[in-house]
């Protein structure tokens, strides 16, 4: 069983920052990808940004240039630093594990909300 566990999240005034974490643990296969999706009320869950086990990227265009995901491969911990948050950026934020079999464990989700 994989346990993904959240933190971070919080409230932040606009053009402010927070840095979500997340930490895997429990029985799992290696790990290929993490990453952090979004969803706002009303929305569909989306992609904001993810890193492989060899530290390639991938960002949703509207977090390039503001959020950096970084990984600790050794503690199994996935950070998200978010800066100059804007209020559309506010939703639950999930993180997600991806191991080399493909299979996908999600958090339970953490809540930024950025007020204007």
């Known amino acids: 069983q994989v346990q993904l566990v959240e933190s971070g999240g919080g409230l932040v005034q606009a053009g402010g920052s927070l840095r979500l974490s997340c930490v895997a643990s429990?029985?799992?296969?290696?790990?290929?990808?993490m990453g952090w999706h979004r969803q706002a009320p009303g929305t569909q869950r989306e992609l904001v940004a993810a890193?492989?086990?060899?530290?390639?990227?991938n960002y949703a265009d509207s977090v390039k240039g503001r959020f950096t995901i970084s990984r600790d491969n050794a503690k199994n911990t996935v950070y998200l630093q978010m800066n100059s948050l804007k209020p559309e950026d506010a939703a639950v934020y999930y993180c997600?594990?991806?191991?080399?079999?493909?299979?996908?464990?999600w958090g339970q989700g953490t809540q930024v909300t950025v007020s204007s």
């Open positions: 997600l594990l991806e191991d080399k079999l493909g299979f996908r464990y």
């Open positions: 890193i492989t086990s060899g530290g390639s990227t």
């Open positions: 429990g029985s799992m296969f290696s790990i290929n990808i």
